[in-house]
């Protein structure tokens, strides 16, 4: 599904990533945790295609194509979704169009028809049924004075009706309560299929009491330092991240 | 013969309505045009206006087709005039219960009283010697009375149509409100170019006098397009607990200078302000906005923002004046720019002047251009560059037509504007 190679990527003219190599297959679920300022949600936004993020050396490929060479629009036409840390509010569109324009441009780009009003409109009920955001959320404007868990559940929603490949989840758990949290992983967990790809950036093993990953790995100055099971992430909930950083270094 | 040097009077006019063309005729007469060494008109150069406009006689006035986005209406009354002169084939005048309306020309006794009593007596100042033009070429005009505590739910819909089909046309517009203690109105002014390109001059100015306690809806829409040169003003004033609520918009042409001023003269009055203006291509637009805060315990929403594209350029000057009895004034301004392009310029000045010590005020203008993150948010979510720039272009703006009381006009300001920020249609699909 997806395979980093050696990344190295810079922001603001300061080296973040450093020879990341990562490699998920299709219906793995992977967790990366790792220190502030380790590079976590670089990673995402380098695989999003944010303007402003430089990759230096290495290269990404997604199913067998060269992720790093298409266009943001394209790679998530082509089924990657990054659920942002911090979700853009956009006064003046409405959800309901946004998700729509949004819908309409991923089915379009895969050859499926696009979903007439009733049946678009039935679908977003049900994800935000699903995600315990009131419907009333879709006439309102993008993100536009949600709280911080109620952007976090729209991106679930919009994770629901992209119906992406590979999700990038940055820091989703961030400042959810754990009802929220709850809603969350339940949302996701409901999306795995067993072919469909999660990677779960996180500061928390708490998150991962709810989604269990397939693999854990450690995340610091910019490359992957300790990759394991489940188990990793309870030891770095106990122990904290010093001791592996000073390991590495 | 110079710009407008001998406006035409129409010679029927009645005898209340000649001597005021006299008086502002003499005034004309009198001034001279700004030049770009006048303060207020600095970044506003009068060039394009011409030497050979000429007022449209009733009988050249070919009867034209309402257009289509207008067929509909706005659910009211609604007068048209085309090229200045009024069309009652087009027009439906359905009064409801305490909703005078009528033109100068038709006015009762009474009628003209109360216009002759009122009419010309907010303007002046900023909006010489435009004003007085329009005083001098009075041919027509509208006026409205709502009477006390009359709960006036349908809008009046007034529209301007510019045709100038055959020459370089001038049109002069007025409209006089007079809002009776407690009542409530919605009144919609519209400006619009039938065939696009020719060459007009419009001057329209509009006085609203809203007594104690009155509540108006207004809305001031210029969509006249190409060589369309507008110069005109409105002024309001407020009494005691009066509450006017205005929307201004103006898409752009040749040139569109609209000066706004608002006199709160009773406490507790309450003005909301918004606009929007729209140049592309090389138009201008020019929106100066003077709000007097006379009296304690007034306050003032104002919120204006435009979008600036290709080598347009556009002016905002925003005046808040607080005079030393006004204490308790609150008063905010806010002026958003986004420029859609490297060529595109806007000029804007937002001006606080306070005399008066115990009161709340704010002001601020920003001018930017097209948010990279929430662009880069739609595009990870599948949506096209363009796309999304359309997208974010209409939400800039659609925050303010969202705010609108009247209905049937966000319904039809929304295609309009999401067609607007659109190279093709398809880029607006989502909006519409």
Not at chain 1, 142 to 168: A, W
Not at chain 1, 206 to 216: A, F, G, Q, S, W
Request: proline content about 4%; hydrophobic content about 40%.
């Amino acid at each position: 599904m997806l395979k980093i190679q050696n990344l190295h990527a810079r922001v603001e003219g300061k080296d973040i990533l450093r020879g990341l190599d990562l490699q998920i297959g299709p219906g793995e679920v992977h967790a990366i945790m790792g220190p502030n300022g380790s590079g976590k949600s670089t990673l995402g936004h380098v695989l999003a295609g944010r303007p402003g993020y430089e990759v230096t050396d290495g290269s990404v490929t997604y199913r067998g194509e060269d992720l790093l060479a298409m266009d943001t629009e394209e790679r998530a036409r082509s089924g990657v979704f990054l659920a942002f840390q911090y979700p853009v509010e956009i006064p003046g569109v409405s959800n309901m169009e946004f998700l729509k324009a949004s819908v309409d441009a991923v089915r379009e780009s895969r050859g499926d028809a696009a979903l007439d009003a009733v049946t678009f409109m039935k679908r977003a009920r049900e994800a935000c049924k699903a995600a315990d955001l009131p419907v009333d959320f879709l006439k309102r404007g993008v993100n536009e004075g949600f709280s911080g868990g109620e952007k976090k559940r729209n991106e679930l929603i919009q994770m629901m009706l992209l119906e992406p490949s590979l999700c990038l989840l940055d820091e989703t758990d961030s400042g959810l309560d754990i009802d929220a949290l709850q809603v969350v992983a339940k949302g996701v967990n409901s999306l795995r299929d067993g072919k469909r790809s999660f990677v779960l950036v996180t500061h928390y093993q708490r998150l991962l009491n709810y989604i269990e990953p397939d693999h854990v790995h450690v995340l610091a100055g910019g490359r992957i330092v300790r990759s394991g099971d489940k188990s990793l992430a309870l030891d770095l909930e106990e122990r904290g991240y010093a001791w592996l950083e000073d390991e590495v270094a | 013969m110079g710009f407008m040097e001998q406006p035409l009077a129409e010679a029927r006019a009645p005898h209340w309505l000649q001597s005021l063309q006299a008086r502002g005729q003499s005034r004309w007469s009198a001034g001279k045009l700004p030049t770009r060494r006048t303060e207020n008109w600095k970044y506003t150069p009068l060039t394009g206006l011409r030497d050979d406009y000429r007022v449209a006689a009733a009988s050249d006035v070919a009867p034209a087709k309402l257009p289509d986005a207008l067929a509909q209406g706005l659910g009211g009354t609604r007068l048209v005039f085309v090229d200045g002169v009024y069309q009652p084939s087009l027009s439906s005048v359905e009064l409801p219960e305490g909703l005078q309306l009528c033109r100068f020309a038709d006015a009762s006794d009474a009628q003209a009283a109360l216009i002759a009593e009122h009419l010309d007596t907010l303007v002046g100042g900023q909006a010489e010697p435009f004003a007085s033009l329009n005083t001098a070429t009075l041919r027509d005009g509208v006026f409205l009375h709502v009477a006390a505590n009359a709960d006036v739910q349908t809008p009046v819909h007034l529209l301007w149509l510019v045709r100038a089909a055959d020459a370089p046309t001038a049109i002069s517009q007025r409209v006089l409100v007079l809002a009776e203690s407690g009542s409530r109105a919605t009144v919609v002014e519209q400006f619009l170019s039938l065939n696009g390109a020719e060459a007009s001059f419009t001057s329209g100015v509009t006085e609203l006098k809203l007594e104690a306690n009155a509540k108006l809806h207004h809305y001031r829409l210029h969509e006249e397009s190409g060589e369309a040169i507008h110069i005109g003003a409105v002024h309001a004033r407020l009494e005691r607990d009066a509450n006017l609520d205005s929307f201004h918009l103006a898409l752009g042409s040749r040139l569109k200078r609209v000066d706004v001023v608002v006199h709160h003269a009773g406490p507790g009055a309450h003005a909301d302000l918004n606009g929007v203006y729209l140049p592309r291509g090389d138009e201008h637009i020019d929106y100066h906005t003077t709000i007097e805060h006379a009296v304690p315990h007034c306050t003032t929403d104002e919120v204006f923002r435009g979008i600036v594209g290709d080598k347009a350029t556009a002016v905002f000057n925003g005046r808040i004046h607080i005079h030393p009895d006004a204490q308790k004034t609150r008063a905010e301004l806010s002026n958003r720019n986004l420029l859609t392009s490297t060529e595109a310029e806007v000029n804007t000045k937002p001006e606080l002047e306070i005399y008066a010590d115990d009161v709340q005020c704010a002001h601020g203008a920003t001018v930017a251009r097209i948010d990279d993150l929430a662009l880069h948010y739609l595009r990870t979510r599948g949506v096209s560059r363009d796309e999304a720039e359309v997208m974010l272009s209409f939400g800039f703006i659609n925050e303010l037509i969202d705010g609108m009381a009247l209905e049937p006009l966000r319904e039809y300001l929304r295609p309009l504007l999401a067609k607007r920020f659109a190279r093709d249609d398809t880029l607006a699909r989502h909006l519409l």
